[in-house]
């Protein structure tokens, strides 16, 4: 890059938060130091997780003219946007049930929405939405078959309890439906914004994301599973690169290793990926992205470009096909349910407090809450070794079953769909 072309990029970026990325050898304090001068009259902040270290602030052009050809700095990135996988909701929810022979049971049983999970009956939902009975059955949704969902029981000594780290919009943790369950709200970002830095979710990605997983009505995991909510993305579904990695830092410091569930995207970055690699290969965390929806190569984008992450694309279930929006290619590890989705609404004040929503981030929600299942149910699954469940996830799947199309047969797309038992 020549000088003068720098400069004017130096112009451009001044006084907007960038993240310095250090080599791995690099002892930070010492790399400071050398800056002192300088770093004195910018405002930033220096954290390393693992091997990785950053520096994150709004630098001095001269600081950033000082620094371009040290070896000691592996990358120069402007803050990206990280954005949610979630596709518009159906407005009209009356409509659907009215003309969905397997939605309007659902929504009869409102009433049951904060039932007790009753442990001593025999484990089988009647009326259940299409998402969960998809993970049982091995064929797709046929109109008028009958809606059951069988789920295992609790293992009576259960000694393992993982979490699911959930970084997201917020849950709206007082719904009904969430009543019994186990939800921690953490808001550890400091948004750059004057409202809203408590946990409600105004936007509802992360409520609909957290009922799949665990509700009574609609969660794959209704009896063993806790989630532990990080509000990391604004009410418009926007968050940013930096306070990704600051929530990760709080994750690695305050957590034990559990499941990670990213249900964002963002353009390829490889801060994104090396983190990845980290908590995946050395802190031990399974995690689950979604593959995205922009009906494009999922391996374009990070996290779900990454080897150390789960990829999930999206499938209709009353068709065994790929959904529309999915993104495709070979980084995608497996597909789920993720079309016009029953969830819960993070309007509680509704008469009807569900939503219907698409989106890879559901069908990633899907595979999370299933990890989550197994890993606190099976003895026999090391957690130490995250190849156990995506050896059971890979054994368990469906192979061959989605509908071929382009996609599939040009892009070395994985063919196999979830199952749970
Ligand atoms: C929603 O669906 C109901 C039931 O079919 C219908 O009466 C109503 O007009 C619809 N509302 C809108 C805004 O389309
Ligand atoms: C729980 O299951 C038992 C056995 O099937 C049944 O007798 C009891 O009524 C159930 N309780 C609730 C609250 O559904
Ligand atoms: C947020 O940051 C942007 C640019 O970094 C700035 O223009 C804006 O004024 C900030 N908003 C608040 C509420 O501080
Ligand atoms: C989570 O945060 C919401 C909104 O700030 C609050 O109403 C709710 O009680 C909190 N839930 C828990 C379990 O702390
Ligand atoms: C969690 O980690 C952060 C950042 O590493 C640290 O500042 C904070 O004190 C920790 N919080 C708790 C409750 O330990
Ligand atoms: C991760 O798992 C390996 C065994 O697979 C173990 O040796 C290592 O101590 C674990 N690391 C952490 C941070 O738990």
């Known amino acids: 890059m020549n000088i003068l072309y720098f400069l004017m990029i130096a112009q451009l970026i001044h006084a907007q938060t960038l993240i310095i990325q250090l080599t791995e050898n690099t002892i930070g304090l010492k790399f400071l130091k050398k800056y002192d001068t300088i770093l004195k009259l910018c405002s930033y902040e220096y954290l390393e997780i693992s091997n990785n270290k950053f520096i994150i602030g709004k630098f001095d052009t001269n600081f950033l003219k000082s620094i371009y050809f040290d070896t000691e700095v592996k990358s120069i990135s402007k803050d990206n946007q990280i954005n949610?996988?979630?596709?518009?909701?159906?407005?009209?929810?009356?409509?659907?049930?009215?003309?969905?022979?397997?939605?309007?049971?659902?929504?009869?049983?409102?009433?049951?929405?904060?039932?007790?999970?009753?442990?001593?009956?025999?484990?089988?939902?009647?009326?259940?939405?299409?998402?969960?009975?998809?993970?049982?059955?091995?064929?797709?949704?046929?109109?008028?078959?009958?809606?059951?969902?069988?789920?295992?029981?609790?293992?009576?000594?259960k000694k393992k309890n993982h979490n699911i780290y959930l970084l997201d919009t917020g849950v709206a943790t007082t719904h009904p439906g969430f009543y019994h369950k186990k939800i921690i709200n953490k808001t550890i970002m400091k948004y750059n914004f004057t409202h809203n830095l408590n946990n409600e979710d105004i936007n509802g990605h992360g409520t609909s994301i957290a009922s799949i997983i665990l509700s009574q009505l609609l969660g794959v995991c209704k009896n063993d599973c806790n989630i532990i909510s990080y509000k990391i993305i604004d009410?418009?579904?926007?968050?940013?690169?930096?306070?990704?990695?600051?929530?990760?830092?709080?994750?690695?410091?305050?957590?034990?290793?559990?499941?990670?569930?990213?249900?964002?995207?963002?353009?390829?970055?490889?801060i994104i990926n090396d983190l990845m690699y980290t908590f995946n290969q050395q802190l031990n965390y399974t995690i689950v992205v979604p593959a995205g929806n922009y009906q494009l190569d999922s391996c374009n984008y990070s996290p779900s470009s990454s080897n150390d992450v789960?990829?999930?694309?999206?499938?209709?279930?009353?068709?065994?096909?790929?959904?529309?929006?999915?993104?495709?290619?070979?980084?995608?590890?497996?597909?789920?349910?993720?079309?016009?989705?029953?969830?819960?609404?993070?309007?509680?004040?509704?008469?009807?407090?569900?939503?219907i929503f698409s989106g890879t981030s559901l069908s990633a929600g899907i595979v999370a809450g299933v990890l989550s299942q197994w890993l606190n149910n099976y003895d026999e699954i090391n957690f130490d070794n995250n190849n156990d469940l995506i050896m059971k996830l890979d054994n368990l799947a469906i192979k061959g079953i989605i509908q071929p199309n382009k996609y599939l047969e040009n892009s070395k797309t994985v063919n196999k769909l979830i199952q749970m038992i």
Do not use: W
């Open 84 to 157: 949610i996988c979630q596709l518009k909701k159906k407005n009209n929810l009356s409509y659907e049930s009215n003309n969905n022979y397997i939605m309007k049971p659902i929504l009869e049983q409102s009433s049951l929405l904060n039932t007790k999970p009753n442990d001593t009956s025999p484990l089988v939902q009647h009326f259940a939405p299409r998402h969960l009975v998809r993970l049982t059955q091995d064929h797709a949704i046929k109109k008028k078959q009958e809606m059951n969902f069988k789920y295992p029981l609790s293992s009576p000594n």
């Open 235 to 270: 009410d418009n579904g926007v968050g940013y690169l930096s306070n990704f990695i600051k929530t990760l830092k709080y994750i690695q410091d305050n957590e034990t290793n559990g499941i990670l569930l990213l249900p964002f995207i963002s353009e390829k970055s490889q």
């Open 310 to 355: 789960i990829t999930v694309g999206s499938i209709d279930s009353t068709l065994d096909k790929i959904a529309d929006f999915s993104n495709y290619g070979k980084c995608i590890n497996i597909f789920a349910d993720g079309v016009n989705m029953l969830t819960l609404s993070n309007n509680i004040n509704d008469n009807i407090p569900f939503d």
